[in-house]
Each structure stands twice: as structure tokens, then as C-alpha cells.
């Protein structure tokens, strides 16, 4: 048996998010250190009461939850009410979370995890990067106790808030610039590959079979997130970004990567927060990140349920 892969998620929940949580809870492949949250598809006063609830639902204690950035470093926030609801997790009834926070900023966590932990620990960023960013400027020791930072973000094609943006990116560009300059092993799993992640109405019969409550959760988010996903972008089954991110650190062979450059446009005047990858070498720029290409949809969909599976067995 291979031993699990410390990792540190740092999201912005979100229905994806959600799911994100739970595969690298439920999943034997990660041992997951903590879940600290930002501002992205909401505030990050709902971010983090979301992250609180997917814990409360899924089970997961024992894993410190802590409070990040409310606003990226540079510009205002823009949230995405549009396709995650008021709350950021439109959908089901959530209960009053019984999961709390610690009384550290998220930033504080993340370095103080890191440089506990005996092995270099893998970031798994599904929000905007501004926490990330703050780690590595304001204690760029950290560096060093990180083994890689696995992201959900960019697009090797167009965007999916502007024509040339993928939200997370869009969101805080400065952040996203410090994260893909900053020399550490960068894999960007991008819309290119999140886009063959769709919760097809197949994956949401296995989901249903599995007749537990948090699968009966998952259920309601992910019609949730197909309805807006069919509303904003006429998609048929909507596509859930995030835990790809995970899965690649559970088996890279489930996302296969190709090295390329990449740089975060700062001052496009149409293009801002695009991510420009050179995946022909174009510009003769070094490789500075691995850029996710394909999924294997099976395996992807096996390893999400199973999670879920695992999760809300150990919750009867
Ligand atoms: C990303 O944006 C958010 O809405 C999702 O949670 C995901 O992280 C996709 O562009
Ligand atoms: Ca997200």
C-alpha cells in the first residue's frame, strides 16, 4: 500500500469545491491536513460557512478548517453568484455546521501545517490564488515544505468570464502571477481538461444508488450546478472542475499533463487574467508549469463516487 499524499485544499466552496472536499477526504490516496477557504464563488465569510457545512454533511472532523483572504491582492472582488447562488451552495438544505474554525488565518495555517509536516506538502488550490500568493510572499520559507501546488485554473483555450479568462484567474491575476513565477512544480488543470469532467445524468444514477444522505447531498448540488451551468452556457450536464485538481494527486494517470509555459496576462486590455500557454514553444520561454489535456473520464468518475461512497457509509 502506497503511502497517502499530504495535502493542504484551498477553496472558495462552491458546488465543484464541495466535491473537491470530499474526494480528498474520502480518497485513501491523500492524507488531507487541512481546508483553508478565500473568496471566489462568494465571500469568504460564505465560503467558509460552506466549507463548515460540506464538512458537517460529509463527516469530515478532525481536519482544521481556517478563514483566508476576503478580497484578492490587488483588485475588488468579483463573486459568482450567477453559478453558485447567494450562498455559494445553492441547492440542499444544509443544517447548522457543527465543524468550526480555528482561530488562525488561513495563511498562518498553511505555514504552520507545512512546516510541522515531516514530508513537503502538496497545495491543492480550487479558488483564486490570492492565499497561496500571500504564503509564498510573506513567508517564502514555506517554500521550501512544499512539494507541489496541483491548481484548478486558466485555460490553454478561451475563458469562461471573459472570452479570455477562467474565472478562479480572472478573479485575482496578481495572485495567480506570483503562483506561476514563483519556481515551484506548477500543474494547472485547467478548463481544457475540467470540461471532460461533466456530472452527466449517468454519474448522478451512481450517485443516487448509492442511497446515503450525503449522496443524496451531492445529488442536489450537482442539479443545482446543471441547472446553471445549462442556463449561463446551454451545457447539457455541467462540468465539475475541481476535483480534477484532486484526482491528478490521487493518480496523475488520470489527468494527463503536458509541460509548457505560462504566463498570466496582467494588462491585456481585453484579455486580463487570461493564461497564455505556450503549448508549441512558441516563445522560447523555460517550462514553468505541467497543463492538464485529457481526462480519463472513467477512472475520474470512479474514484469521485467512490469517495462519496466512503464517505457517507462511515457517516450511517
Ligand atoms: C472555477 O470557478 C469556480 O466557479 C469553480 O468553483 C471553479 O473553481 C471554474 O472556472
Ligand atoms: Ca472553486
Redesign the pocket.
Known sequence: MTVPVPVVID????H??AL?IMLAAGDPAIDLLAITTVA??QTVERTTLNARRVCTVAGITGVPVAEGCARPLVQPLLVAGDVHGDSGLDGPRFSEPTVDVVPEHAVELMRRVLAEHPEPVTLVP??PLTNVALLLTRHPDSARDIREIVL?GGSAGRGNRTPAAE??IHVDPESADIVFNSGLPVTMCGLDVTHQALATPDVLGRLERLDTGLSRTCVELMTYFASAYRRLWGFAAPPL??PVAVARVIDPGIVRCVEANVVVELHGRYTRGATVVDLHQYTGRPVNARVAVELDVEMFWDRVIAAVDVLGRRMR
Open positions: 477553496c472558495d466552496p462552491g465543484d469545491d473537491a471566489g464563488n480550487t479558488g484548478m474565472f478562479n472542475h475541481d
